[in-house]
């Protein structure tokens, strides 16, 4: 319900002004995908915080993402650098 209610006002209000207020400068972000749009990813962290992470035509995209995919986001001061999924520690002997 929260993450329905933020996306709508992403859309409404323009992506570019809620990124810049809830996406660190730099490091990394960890989470599930909520919502995926062409240029914006929504994520959610362990603790419930949404992130919602700006893609530009350099950000590397570890492959098609869906909601409920975990991932790992890189960012610099310069934007989202890398989108990748993390890998399934469970399946790990």
Do not use: W
Not at 26 to 37: I, L, N, S, T, Y
Not at 43 to 71: E, Y
Request: proline share 8%.
């Amino acid at each position: 319900m929260l993450a329905t209610l933020l996306i709508t006002v992403v859309m409404m209000l323009g992506s570019a002004v809620l990124c810049q207020a809830n996406v660190p400068q730099q490091g990394q972000v960890e989470g599930d995908v909520v919502q995926v749009f062409p240029t914006t990813i929504v994520i959610r962290d362990d603790r419930g915080h949404i992130t919602i992470l700006q893609l530009n035509s350099r950000t590397q995209m570890g492959g098609p993402l869906k909601p409920g995919d975990k991932v790992v986001a890189f960012i610099t001061p310069y934007g989202v650098t890398s989108v990748q999924l993390k890998p399934n520690m469970a399946l790990i002997p």
